[in-house]
């Protein structure tokens, strides 16, 4: 869904992605999202906070902090 993509497409978009965040970008959904359900779960909780399908800039803003928070 177009919501999942968001917190890769919104730096891009914005020509904000920095190689550091894309390098995390990468890994975290690489090593992380796909072994372990509970860390997707929290990345899906994220983008529909209050649950609603409407995908903002403060939803992105949370996962991209969640993204930082994994080495």
Avoid: M, Q
Avoid at 20 to 43: L, M, Q, W
């Amino acid at each position: 869904s177009k919501s999942r993509i968001a917190p890769i497409w919104k730096p891009i978009c914005e020509g904000t992605l920095t190689t550091e965040f894309r390098n995390k970008i990468i890994r975290f959904y690489n090593d992380y999202a796909v072994n372990n359900p509970d860390v997707t779960d929290e990345y899906i909780r994220l983008l529909t906070k209050n649950g609603d399908n409407h995908t903002n800039a403060s939803k992105i803003d949370a996962v991209h902090k969640y993204i930082n928070t994994f080495d």
